[in-house]
Every structure is written in structure tokens, then in C-alpha cells.
């Protein structure tokens, strides 16, 4: 006779029910372990990707710190033409095509005429960075030597960029070389200090009876005259940057973005130059002093300023330049 709906099961049905329900259990409990599993692991990578985005931007925040606390040196070569940088006159490192020079943080203002013009000598006489007194606040200051590494005469000019200017600062800003052609002699090399052309209260350049634009006097309000310092002594200078008065006047800028640009120079064969550059705030500067002779005045001063200059020197060989003229 069949057995009712109802009736009991057997222990044997009874214990397939409890296999069939056992084995149930198990595959939800794997699947739930599976989806437990891959949720932690998509947790995981989404932590990881996401310490991986930090660290890159923590990378890029330093690099572009780098970059904006760093004036850049570089070269450029032409043909056969060869150029090569370093800190140290026997080219100790094997030379570069560029070198970077560190620079303050935050760069304050200075005078030449009472925080630089004395450290001058210290300066030239210090392969690299200068790391003086007041070099961590108030100024840039490097030494290093180009030099001809190539077996054939070249010809090469200088120029100095000034990339990026912020609430005139550039009005401000100094730059003084001192460029040693002969680094074997007694002499120090001669020195050029360029700066922005001299401006009124309203931030215009000045102009002359002639109308000419007006130079800036590298120290103004100072009547500042290099010759009369003795520790000049070794250095030369240009006789077209003093006034009548023997004030020593500012090159100006070359143009709009410029600093300095500079006619083809001969470079001998294996011959080596040395430079110093040194860049700073001049504190007498009435783009830098306010109207009460204190640090900036915020109605037209240059506090949160920026600046970014670089250097570079380029060669062509002079056969090159001879075919082309």
C-alpha cells in the first residue's frame, strides 16, 4: 500500500533529508566565505590604491618643491660641440648638462651694500652652493665651472631666464656674475649685476629728460660705489656700469622674460670658465622697502612674491658659425 503525504519517514529518508541539508549548509557557508573572502580583498586593493595615489602625490608635492626652491643650470650643444658643468674646477664628478643650485624657502631681503658685498670673496672661493652666513634666508649664491670638454674651439652665449615672476618681484630682484676666463691667474673675474630698470611709485619705468629708460642703481639711496670697498680688490669691473658719480648702475634686463642674453663667445679646446652667480632681494630697492623704510608694504610691496630664474649656456662649434656667416 502506498504511503500518505503524511506518514513518517523513514530513518533512511531521514538521514538523506539531513545530507542533503548538511550539504546545503556547507555550499552557502563556502559561498558566503567566498563573498566574505573577495570583499576583503577588494577592501584591501582599494587601501592600497589609494596609498599609492598619496605617495604620488606626496611625490609630485616634492618634486614641484624641488623645482620651485632651485635655480637650474643646463647646457646645449650644437654639432660636435660638447659643454659640461661642475661644482669643482677639476671636474671631479665627470661633468653635467645640468646642475641644480638650492635656494631659501623663503628668500627675504638683503642689501649688498651690508649683508653681501663683504662675503663676496668667500663666495668665489667656495666650490658649489654657498652656504654661508644668511644663505639659508636671504640669498642664492653658487659656484661652478663650464668648460669646453670637446677637442675643437667652440663659441657659446649665456643666457638668464627669468620664468616666472609674482607681484613684482622682478622689480626687485638682483643678479650679480662674476665670470673668471682665466682661473689660473690672480685675478677674480669681473662682475655684472642686472636688475630691472628704475621705477616710479606707480611701478612704471622712470625715463630721463630724453626720454630714456632710466638704470637702476644696484644699492639706490645709497650712492653705492664698489670701487671705493677694499675688498674688491682682485675683482674688475666695466666702466659703463658707474655714472658720472661713480655709482654703479644695474645692467638692465635684456628683455621681456630676459635677464641676460649674451653675444657668441670664443672657448678654447678644454679651456674652463668659472661663474659665480648670486641672486638676491636688494632691501634698499623701493620695490622691496615700504613707505616707512619697514620690511614690504602690502599695498604695493612684494610680500608672497615669487620668482623662478634659470642659467643656460649654449655652443655651437665655430666652423658652424663661420659656414653660417
Known sequence: M???????KTPQEELQ????????????NKRVRRQTRR?????ILLIFLLVIALLAGATYALMRFVDESNFRVTVTQ???AWLSLSRDSEFSDGGSSVLDVSAPKNMDNISLCNGIDWLLLEMTETDGTYKGRGSEAYYIASTFYLKNSGNEDVEYNESITLERAMRGMEKAIRVLIIKDTDITDDDLGEIFVY?????????????DENGDRIREEVVPEKEYKAREYAYYNGFTFDPNDFDENGVWLARPFAKEGFIHQSEFYPLKAKQTIKYTIVIWLEGQDPECVGDNDSLVDAERGILGGQVKI?????????TILTSNN
Open 2 to 8: 502506498a504511503k500518505s503525504k503524511n506518514s513518517e
Open 17 to 28: 533529508a539531513q545530507i542533503r541539508a548538511d550539504q546545503e549548509y556547507v555550499i552557502k
Open 39 to 43: 570583499r576583503a580583498f577588494m577592501i
Open 78 to 80: 650644437q654639432g660636435t
Open 195 to 207: 636688475g630691472a630698470y628704475a621705477s616710479d611709485e606707480n611701478g612704471e619705468d622712470r625715463v
Open 310 to 318: 634659470s642659467v643656460e649656456f649654449t655652443a655651437k662649434n665655430s
